[in-house]
């Protein structure tokens, strides 16, 4: 998971961090729990196939709800 955010930039870096943190804040949760590292690697993973790094926190959000 770590190793792919070698090949972010470090504005996407800071995106993704910034993104997941209010997620986890959001959802009561820490980024070390399984929650987390969820929410960090759908980030990392929408950064590196998404042109749109304005709306992650909103698509993160979209793609971590639990199913209705």
Avoid: F, K
């Amino acid at each position: 998971m770590l190793q792919s955010l070698i090949s972010l930039s470090d504005a996407e870096i800071e995106l993704v961090t910034d993104a997941v943190n209010e997620w986890c804040l959001a959802n009561h949760c820490v980024v070390g729990s399984s929650a987390g590292h969820r929410a960090l690697t759908t980030a990392i993973d929408l950064v590196q196939h998404r042109n749109n790094a304005s709306l992650l926190s909103e698509e993160l959000t979209s793609r971590l709800l639990p199913p209705s």
